[in-house]
C-alpha cells in the first residue's frame, strides 16, 4: 500500500458539503470536495495527488477525446448507522479497471495506487457519504489518455482519476424495457465485456428511441443473430422463470457485473437452483405466455436492483407480475441493503472498511 506521505494532499479551504443535502440529490451532479490523480509518464506511474474537486486545463488535441482511449469503473462507499464508511467489493473493481486497461492498450494501475488513492480520498470526503437507507457515495475511478497528439496509436502518457458523488436512487419506478433488434451495444472480439468509454456513447440513440416509445431501457440482443437477450443499459439482466435465478452467460460482449457476480452468489447461498447461460427472445415469449416469468430485473452498482415491470418487443409487450410479489428479488434487494449498511452480519467478506 502507499504510504500517505506519497500522496501530496492539498485540502480544501472550504468544504461545499454543507451546500446541499447529501440524502437528496441527483445521480452524479453534485461533486465531493476533493479528488485524486495519478499521472503515467516515461513508462512509469510517477506523481501522486489529491486536490480539491475542480476543472483542469486541458489540450482539445487530447488522445482520450478523439479516439475513446477512456476507461472508467463505479462503485459505491456506505455508511453504517454508527457512522463507519466501507465500499463494496472495491477489488472487484480495480481487477475489471485493469482488464478494461489491457483491452484499450493502457498501462495498468497499480493495486496500491487504485487502492490507496481511493482510501486516503473516501477519509478527506466522508461527510458526503449519505446516512439515507438507499444513499451512497458513487466513486467513479477512470483512466484517460493524454497525450496532445491526433496520431491514431496508443498515448504515451495518462491521467487516472477518482472523483465521487452522493448518490440516491437510480430509478424511482420500476422500469419498462425494450428488446433492441436493431442496433447492437457489442459484438463478439469487440469491448462489450470492459468498462471503454465508447460502449456508452454508442447506446446513447437506440435508447433515446426507445424511450420516446415509453421505455426507460434497451434490452440488446447479441450482434450476429439478435435472438439472444445479453444486457440492459449499464446493468446485467437477471429473470427468475420458473424456480430457477436465470442469467445470460458471460462473454466477450457482456460486462462481468459485480453486482451480478453478488447476486448469484446469495442466491447459490440460498441453495437456489442458477443458470448462467444463453437466453433466447423466443424463450422468454413462451415463457411468458406459460406465465411462467416469475421475476425480471436489471442489476448494477448504480440501479442496484431494477424490477423490470414489462418488457417490449416489436409490437407486443409483456406485462410481468407486481414487484410486491417478487420473492427473490426483493431478499436480495434487502440483503444487500443490509450488508452494505452493515445492520446485516458479511459473510461473503464483501465490505471493506475505510479507516
Ligand atoms: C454495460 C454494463 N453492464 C452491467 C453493469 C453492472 O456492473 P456492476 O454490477 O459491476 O456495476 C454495468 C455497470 O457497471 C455496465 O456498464
Redesign the pocket.
Known sequence: MIANADIKIEKTAHSRVGEYDVNNVPFGKCFSDHMFIAEYADGKWGKLTITPYRDVPMSYAMSALHYGQAIF???KAYKSESGEVSVFRPI??FN?MNKSAIRMAMPEVPEEIFMGGLLELLKLDLAWVPTSETGSLYIRPFLIATDEAIGVKPSDTYKFVIITCPAGKYYSEPIKVLIETNYI?AVQGGV?FV?AAG??GRSLYPTKLAQQKGYQQVIWTDGATHSYLE?S????LMFVIGNSVVTPALSDT?????????VLALARDWGMNVEERKISIQEILDAHAKGEIKEAFG????ATIAPIIGIGYKEDYMELPPVAERKFSNKVDETLRGIRKGKLEDKMGWMYKVK
Open positions: 469503473e463505479g462503485m472487484d473493481n475489471r451495444r462489450g468498462k460502449n456508452y444486457e443499459g449499464t446493468m446485467n457482456i460486462l462481468d457485473g459485480i453486482t451480478r457476480r453478488s442489476v448494477g452498482t448504480a
